[in-house]
């Protein structure tokens, strides 16, 4: 591993910045290739290019001649539509194969596809578990705020919901609040599921998001992502509290999510 030359594929979000800080302690050799237009200003202190999406296989080809055979997927990216993709030359032979993958939906197939044909190109995708560990919670209470009753029946119920669900790769988020779902997270993604259903609470006992990995999803790539942009948002949508998939969920800075969510009275519960 510490003698890896690593690509990271930048998106959005405070991730890259923690992978950033571990690979530097292991004084691992990266790259970045930014695929995203909104990113942290901050990494472009790093070996950086901005990209589009039509000529990543020739930036690929480039890097892979300097020695660079390991990916990263660090941080979250906008589905393109097919008209957004510009290919070069060696992109362009891809996108007939792409494309009928897109059309059939779904963000795991399309990742499925992607991490094949890198593979086919001689890279390797790297799960992050092997690069912050220290990112994925276990099961249990990590926060000082414990689930009520009613809480760990919508969380038992969510869960059958979303395992029933993960056959159309629809999305990994749910809202209950005392029994009735609220919402299931599309392509809106966790945030905006949770500005959609305020409006539906009702008094009592309040809402859990139930956020967990899809079966037989693969784990390289878009695993349950909570960092405190969503916790800030439970706190202000009046969401009591998130139960998520213990060890298969990522957790951006998550001493802060911890502390904050101890500060605004939310559980972090996982099963």
Not at 69 to 91: M, N, Y
Not at 236 to 254: C, E, K, Q
Request: glycine share 8%; net charge positive.
């Amino acid at each position: 591993m510490m003698k890896k030359k690593i690509i990271l594929l930048i998106g959005e979000g405070g991730l890259p910045s923690n992978i950033i800080n571990n690979l530097l302690k292991k004084n691992i050799t990266f790259f970045l290739l930014i695929i995203s237009d909104r990113w942290d200003k901050k990494i472009e202190k790093y070996d950086f290019k901005k990209i589009n999406l039509g000529s990543i296989i020739s930036e690929l080809n480039c890097l892979k001649k300097k020695g660079y055979l390991d990916i990263i997927f660090a941080g979250s990216v906008k589905r393109p539509s097919i008209s957004d993709i510009k290919p070069d030359f060696q992109t362009i032979k891809f996108i007939p194969k792409f494309a009928k993958v897109f059309l059939k939906g779904g963000d795991d197939y399309l990742l499925k596809f992607i991490i094949n044909e890198l593979k086919k190109l001689g890279f390797s995708v790297l799960g992050l578990k092997k690069i912050i560990p220290e990112n994925f919670l276990s099961s249990g209470i990590y926060s000082e705020y414990k689930p009520s009753k009613i809480s760990l029946l919508d969380i038992e119920k969510g869960k059958k919901v979303l395992d029933s669900l993960s056959k159309f790769d629809i999305g990994q988020s749910i809202i209950i609040q005392q029994g009735n779902v609220l919402g299931i997270e599309a392509v809106e993604g966790t945030d905006n599921l949770i500005k959609r259903v305020h409006k539906f609470i009702k008094p009592g006992e309040k809402p859990t998001l139930i956020k967990l990995i899809k079966k037989k999803q693969i784990k390289r790539a878009d695993l349950p992502t909570i960092g405190l942009k969503t916790l800030k948002y439970c706190k202000r949508f009046s969401i009591s509290g998130i139960a998520y998939s213990a060890n298969n969920t990522l957790f951006i800075n998550h001493l802060e999510v911890i502390r904050k969510a101890n500060d605004f009275k939310i559980f972090i519960y996982g099963i």
